[in-house]
């Protein structure tokens, strides 16, 4: 039971490039987001997908696509890498039950760190 | 909108002291809260979180926090500090019924003294 894995660990960019980051999770949850954290930003959401086959907006979507593979999976896009998306990447999950109405504890993963150059 | 104020980026204690974490949430509704843990070059790990009923929450590892409405705060607090707590501390938020967003604070990085 893995729980929530991402990957690649690390990797460096040139600006321009594209690179997709993967997040798979075996918890059987309905909900995955992306979030990015900056120094003494705190996580700010990027995208997040309610259930399988939606995807919705965050606080900072620009410059990210994202896809729900499937249950287990959900992609995040970088198409043109720029310098501003150095950050550290994390996805999370939360099983968000129908009625349980926001208490869901969120589960983040180990997170990868993107340098873009 | 809902925001989170962590007063205090780096908060230093001496081992076996008190740890007192601050965060005050601004928000029409009481929100959910939550407290996250994250150790150096590790993911968030929840510590606690206030949905309803009993304003005080225990949480993991000793620490346990308050619910005060009338103050908008869910200060974080620990009676003795451990070596094994310096981490980074994050303070979130969530309307009840919303969106799925979790609103986080800046963070308070923890340092234990010997």
Known sequence: NAGVTQTPKFQVLKTGQSMTL????????????WYRQDPGMGLRLIYYSASEGTTDKGEVPNGYNVSRLNKREFSLRLESAAPSQTSVYFCATSKEDTGTGGQETQYFGPGTRLLVL | A??????????SVSEGALVLLRCN???SVPPYLFWYVQYPNQGLQLLLKYTTGATLVKGINGFEAEFKKSETSFHLTKPSAHMSDAAEYFCAVRLSGSARQLTFGSGTQLTVLP
Not at chain 1, 22 to 33: E, K, R
């Open chain 1, 22 to 33: 993967q997040c798979a999770q075996d918890m059987n949850h309905n909900s995955m987001y």
């Open chain 2, 2 to 11: 809902q925001s989170v104020t962590q007063l205090g980026s780096h908060v």
């Open chain 2, 25 to 27: 949430y601004s928000s």
